[in-house]
């Protein structure tokens, strides 16, 4: 059976992107499971956008409280025990602990650079 295919005029004013390429998708013979299952996919990804965008805010802060009290931009015993911490969600989670150790590695990285270019101060002071 095939999903009739509808046009951007049918889709309601304010219908997201997503909803729009569901249909497309729909209309190109994909089957509804993996439809729903990218939609899916694709909301997730928006989350954890969202979510590392409230991070890095949260993270920010942190390297301004760093610069103003001398401490310096990575602390290493609070990142051992950070891997640790992920490692035992990552397994209880059933996700690979090395992927999981791996994505906080690069997040940590990314932070430590910004409170480095913090702690330096603006630029041209």
Do not use: C, W
Not at 56 to 76: E, H, I, M, N, Y
Not at 80 to 104: G, N, S
């Amino acid at each position: 059976m095939t999903t009739p295919v509808a046009s951007s005029d049918s889709m309601p004013d304010g219908a997201s992107p997503d909803a729009a390429r569901a249909v497309a998708e729909s209309g190109r013979g994909l089957p509804a499971e993996l439809v729903r299952l990218r939609g899916s996919i694709d909301n997730i990804d928006a989350a954890l956008v969202y979510l590392l965008a409230e991070r890095f805010k949260a993270t920010q802060q942190v390297g301004v409280l760093k610069a103003a009290r001398g401490l310096p931009p990575s602390d290493p015993g609070r990142e051992a025990r950070q891997v640790a911490r992920l490692r035992t969600l990552a397994h209880e989670a059933e996700l690979d602990p090395v992927f999981a150790e791996k994505f906080l590695a690069f997040i940590v990285e990314e932070v430590i650079r910004h409170h480095e270019e913090i702690a330096k101060g603006p630029v041209g002071s």
